[in-house]
């Protein structure tokens, strides 16, 4: 089925490129209710392919759209295939686990010419709690960003903006979410540093 192109206050927050297909994650899942819907209708199985993804999301099955998914599959007739996806080895994602005093660590990411506008996302387990510092290719840095419900923090570094949000409960998960999304970008080695506030351990 054709989905609708994500609304363009949503690609100007998480600067996807006017180029790119986007699509909501909500109007995906009011997609797939339609296609069930239909299916009990015509009394037939359903089997239902989604061949796009993200690099959104804490990957853990605990958002919406894999919760959905997952009691879909309860339901008789019903079946789900998704693509996996192909950046296994282009180094988009990362782990850490930070299990000893001083409960801080630091990790890099390269940002190339190209890579004008993109965004990344942390999703930290409790019971740490990380306040972030970023440290900006030249060695410009912010202040360390505390978790918190609401506040976006703006920081120019040259030609660039970098918008931070630590939240400390993000709304469907429950977990903490660091969002940091770059606006012309300075290419170059950008290093993030996270300290717990709650001087514990943490995963990332």
């Given at each position: 089925?054709?989905?609708?192109?994500?609304?363009?206050?949503?690609?100007?927050?998480?600067?996807?490129?006017e180029d790119e297909l986007c699509f909501q994650e909500s109007d995906v899942i009011l997609g797939i209710r339609y296609l069930v819907d239909e299916a009990k209708k015509m009394e037939r199985p359903l089997v239902i392919c989604i061949a796009m993804g993200t690099s959104q999301g804490i990957h853990d099955g605990q958002g919406v759209?894999?919760?959905?998914?997952?009691?879909?599959?309860?339901?008789?007739?019903?079946d789900v295939s998704i693509a996996a996806?192909?950046?296994?080895?282009?180094?988009?994602?990362?782990?850490?686990?930070?299990?000893?005093?001083?409960?801080s660590t630091?990790?890099?990411?390269?940002?190339?010419?190209d890579d004008k506008k993109l965004a990344m996302e942390i999703w930290p387990n409790i019971p740490g709690r990380p306040a972030i510092q970023i440290i900006s290719p030249d060695r410009m840095m912010t202040y360390k960003i505390e978790p918190s419900f609401n506040e976006c923090i703006k920081?120019?570094?040259g030609?660039?903006?970098?918008?931070v949000n630590n939240i400390v409960f993000e709304e469907e998960t429950g977990l903490q979410l660091i969002?940091?999304?770059f606006d012309q970008a300075e290419p170059g080695i950008w290093t993030f540093r996270l300290d717990s506030t709650e001087d514990?351990?943490?995963l990332f």
């Amino acid at each position: 089925m054709k989905l609708k192109e994500a609304k363009r206050n949503l690609r100007n927050v998480f600067l996807i490129p006017e180029d790119e297909l986007c699509f909501q994650e909500s109007d995906v899942i009011l997609g797939i209710r339609y296609l069930v819907d239909e299916a009990k209708k015509m009394e037939r199985p359903l089997v239902i392919c989604i061949a796009m993804g993200t690099s959104q999301g804490i990957h853990d099955g605990q958002g919406v759209m894999s919760q959905y998914l997952a009691n879909l599959l309860l339901l008789s007739g019903v079946d789900v295939s998704i693509a996996a996806g192909d950046e296994g080895n282009r180094g988009r994602h990362y782990f850490g686990t930070i299990d000893s005093p001083p409960y801080s660590t630091e990790f890099q990411l390269n940002i190339g010419n190209d890579d004008k506008k993109l965004a990344m996302e942390i999703w930290p387990n409790i019971p740490g709690r990380p306040a972030i510092q970023i440290i900006s290719p030249d060695r410009m840095m912010t202040y360390k960003i505390e978790p918190s419900f609401n506040e976006c923090i703006k920081f120019a570094f040259g030609q660039g903006l970098v918008w931070v949000n630590n939240i400390v409960f993000e709304e469907e998960t429950g977990l903490q979410l660091i969002l940091i999304r770059f606006d012309q970008a300075e290419p170059g080695i950008w290093t993030f540093r996270l300290d717990s506030t709650e001087d514990q351990p943490f995963l990332f």
